[in-house]
Every structure is written in C-alpha cells, then in structure tokens.
C-alpha cells in the first residue's frame, strides 16, 4: 500500500496540533490584493475516492505506529518514545501523524482555503468516512469564504455539521465594502453577516478572522467600525485577530509602491484595534490575538466580561512614551518580547535599547522593523 497523503501549504495557528488532510487544493478565487499563499497555484478539486484514499493512508500509517509500539513494549501506544524513534527516521508524513497521535488523535483540519466549495453530498460523504476511519477524532475544522457560504442552506450546512464539521474559520478581514471593493475580496459586508449567521444558526462553531490595519490610512477609521459593525450582526464564537503585513510577492504591494495603497503605522494600527474592540457591544465572543505578527499578542479575553481588560492592554501601550513604544516594537519583531510585562526584564530591556540605538544611528530602524515583520507571516 501506497504511504503518500497530500497536504497543503497553511492552517490556522490554533490547528497546530491538527491532522492536516487536503479535501480541495489551492483557492478557487486566488483574487486578494494582500495574499500572496496561492498566487501560482490553480485551484483544483479532489475526488471523494483520493479523499477516502488518504483517510486510509493516515489509518494504514497509525497501523504501522502501533505495530512500533508493540514491538519496543509499549503496547500498542504513542508513548514519547516511540515518537523520537519515528523523528529519527525523517519521513515527515509518519512524523505528522505520529505526532497528531501522541496528542490524542482528536483534531483535523481540512485543507485547503475554502473546502466548503465542494457538493455537499461529496463533503458529507467524505467527512462521515473520516469519522468511520479515525474513530478517536472529535473536532473538524476547515477554511470557507463567505461568498462559497451564503451559497450553503442552512440544512446542508446542518448536514455537514452533523457529518463531523464542527468547526470553520472565515477570512472576513473587514466589514468596510469599500475595504472589501479595494482588495478584491469578492464578497460584501452583507455576505458576510448573512454566512456568519448561517453557520452559528446550523450550530457550528465559526471563527471570524479581522485582519488589522487593512484599511490603511484611507480607511483607517471606516475599516474598524464597519468590521465592528458586521461582527456585532453576527456574534461568531471567536474572534481572530492577524496584523497585514505587505511582502514584494503580493499585488498590494504594488499598490503601495505607486501610492494607491497607504499602510498605517503600528501605533495607528493599535489604536484602530482599540476603536473596533470598543465598538463591539451585545456580543459574546472570544477575542484571540494567536499569531506572532500581532503587536500585541494578550490582546484576548471573553466578551463582555473581559472587554475592559482587553482594552486596558492596548491603552498601556498607547499611553507609553515614543522611547518605550519603539523598544516594545523592536523587541516583540525581534523575538525578545512576547507581552508588555517582558519589558520589565532589565537585561532585555537594555538589549534591545542597544540595538535600537545602533540601528538609529545607522538609519536603518524603520528599515529593519518593516523586514522583520515580513518575516513573521
């Protein structure tokens, strides 16, 4: 038997303990100013049967794991050991799945970035055969866009629920249609409220992904009240904060190098974060602040309840002196700081005040901080 499965390139930072399987490859609109992820790449669908396939690769692959184990008197179990044995022989598929086992086996992430598109008899069929396979799986979690969404009935969306997807994540990004119109997102404000209503309706938990200081400094206002706006019609169960950054393979960042395009400076980029949080009201979601690229990483918390606090971190970086804010800066982009209270640490501190200090004198400082967050997407 055949020991090959696909998978594709990304998944949520929240499924990095998640069997990764690929239902669809690359996305069917591939037309986002900001995104660069599958811009060569052409969108394509895979048969239930390749489905199934793989499903019966990864069982054929936790077979020969448990095997393993028997053989070095675990019994049949993922111990630690068995797990470095597997690392040492560098097969990264085995690795993946006996690493998503020793976990406990109990999440999958369906690949790639809006597998939603499929028929839903397929996805059903595809998703209850997961289930019947890998019987320790609990939760199923995929990508979808709005647009592929409000094409979904409330039944089939309950149908795929039922089958084991328990779970999506939506690129909203913005609720602003001019924001939308602008990058090429294919989908207005009222798509997305109507999507986000749907799946909460069909009783699947959505993640709703804001992407920060997408408005630039043309939208700087419009794009966090508007995506307040949207979010507060929807009341999604979590919240997902991302930080725009603009690498040279993107079409933004052609816009941005002939002036069409405008990007916000990290503080303008808090304080729009700020206004959008205090505008979110009759709400009940989890604000998650879960990629590195965020400035401000303890930016999370339960509304309404923890509201206050989540808006008290960012008034505490917008109240520092422009001294302190750039070592903060520099220092997170730097990998120094993960949290303001790191800050605190005097050997860090004084670190990072040094190399800020060098790269001043040098002219270099907003040069590095801009290729420093390129590199954290």
Known sequence: MRVIFEQGPIRPPSEAESLLL????NCPWNKCLFCGTYSDEAFSRRTVVEIKRDVDTVSHILD???ERSFRMGFGGEIKRDVLADIHREGNHLFIHVASWAFRGGRTVFIQDANSLVMKTAELVEALRYLKEKLPTVERITSYARSATLVRKSRQELEEIGGAGLNRIHVGMESGSDAVLRFMQKGVTSRDHIEAGRRVVEAGISLSEYVLLGLGGRLWS????LE???????????FIRLRTLAVPEETPLYHKLVCGEFTEQTED???AGERLMIEKLEGIDSQVVSDHMLNLLEEVQGKLPEQKEYIISVMDRYLSMPEKDRVNFRMGKRWGQYRSLDHMNDPQRYQRVEALVRSLEAGGKLDGTLSSLRAHMI
């Open 22 to 25: 690929r239902f669809t490859r």
């Open 64 to 66: 020969r794991i448990r």
């Open 221 to 224: 206002e419009e794009h966090p």
């Open 227 to 237: 995506t307040a706006r949207v979010l507060n019609e929807i009341n999604p169960h």
């Open 268 to 270: 303008e980029i808090v």
